[in-house]
């Protein structure tokens, strides 16, 4: 009979090629989490041929998928199993036993030919039917069970894994940007700030966000400077679109907890609800506010400009409600427990 695939292997194949090609077609968190628990299950039984294979699918498996959950996913539950399966594979693989000649290992595996290989290589018939796909031979075929390649792919899996792990969820040092907005008496430069965030294509609208956060929640802040770093705190969240990691959340939020929601003004419109939403228009008004000599173009009009309105307590409790639904839009959107995104 011609070898074929389980119709729940040709699935988990179609969801998770969705998953990595970042074009899902399921919840990528929960497949995720399903994965690495059967990853888990498998190391039970890699004492017998069929837990040497699956070793060697799963290992595959997770190697694939660990860029996506260090990319796109917040859920320390699920790093915490990834590096769990990953460490248990380790501990079974012996590099030293690599007989294989220079450069025969398989490559391309974070990729849809990944999961392929991956799910394919749990099972004799799925092996079957990749041998024959991809016109596999021999010593081909075997070099995916080789001991040096898995652990070579373990390994890197479980260092990216770790490293995304601290970054998601660990501490972000961003002192290094005093240096670049703190002028020489204490003060900050607020251009400066916005010059930053308006260099969108070197993903710094995050980092300079977390500044402004750290340096409100610090109170080193002259009454002057409040409103630009307020406006720069602000900019640094609403642009950016993919959302921001828990360990910028965390002070995102407290800094945005210093705002009173609860107040009221007369005023018909605010200053900054004339900025037509890009950067460059934001960027415009903000470096007017602080340097108009220097830039005098600005979207504001005149009658709006009148510090006493950019000041207004209610525009900066309409400003903090729409940071924070923003935040909680990157917690439907790159998931995780309540508790991943706290202390």
Not at 76 to 82: G, H, I, T
């Amino acid at each position: 009979m011609t070898p074929a695939l389980t119709d729940e292997h040709s699935e988990l194949i179609s969801d998770l090629s969705g998953i990595v090609s970042d074009y899902p077609c399921v919840d990528p968190e929960a497949t995720l989490v399903v994965l690495a628990d059967d990853a888990s299950d498998a190391l039970g039984r890699v004492g017998s041929p069929e837990g040497r294979r699956e070793r060697t699918g799963y290992a595959i498996l997770l190697y694939a998928t660990c860029w996506y959950v260090a990319a796109r996913v917040f859920n320390k539950s699920l790093f915490v199993s990834y590096t769990e399966a990953l460490d248990g594979f380790r501990a079974t693989l012996d590099p030293a036993t690599c007989t294989c000649p220079a450069d025969s290992h398989p490559s391309d595996l974070d990729s849809e030919y990944g999961i392929e290989a991956g799910v394919s290589l749990l099972t004799e018939a799925g092996r079957a039917v990749f041998a024959e796909d991809y016109g596999l031979e021999g010593e081909e075929l075997v070099a995916f069970d080789c001991e040096g390649f898995l652990a070579d792919l373990v390994d890197q899996a479980a260092g990216h894994v770790r490293e995304a792990y601290r970054n998601i969820f660990g501490g972000v040092d961003v002192s290094h940007l005093d240096a670049e907005f703190v002028r020489d008496d204490g003060g900050i430069d607020i251009v400066a700030v916005q010059e930053s965030i308006r260099r969108t294509w070197e993903n710094n609208t995050g980092p300079v966000a977390l500044w402004a956060a750290r340096r409100r929640l610090s109170g080193q802040v002259r009454d002057e400077e409040r409103l630009g770093l307020f406006l720069c705190m602000w900019m640094g969240i609403v642009q950016t679109y993919e959302g921001l990691p828990p360990s910028y959340a965390r002070d995102l939020v407290a800094a945005l907890d210093t705002v009173d929601l609860d107040v009221s003004c007369d005023h018909p419109r605010h200053p900054w609800s004339t900025a037509d939403g890009s950067v460059q228009s934001r960027y415009r008004a903000v470096v007017h506010l602080y340097a108009p000599e220097d830039h005098p173009d600005t979207p504001v009009p005149a009658e709006l400009s009148a510090r006493e309105l950019w000041e207004c307590p209610v525009q900066y409790a309409e400003l903090a409600r729409k940071a924070q639904e923003n935040i909680k839009g990157w917690r439907v959107m790159r998931g995780g427990e309540d508790e991943d995104w706290e202390d």
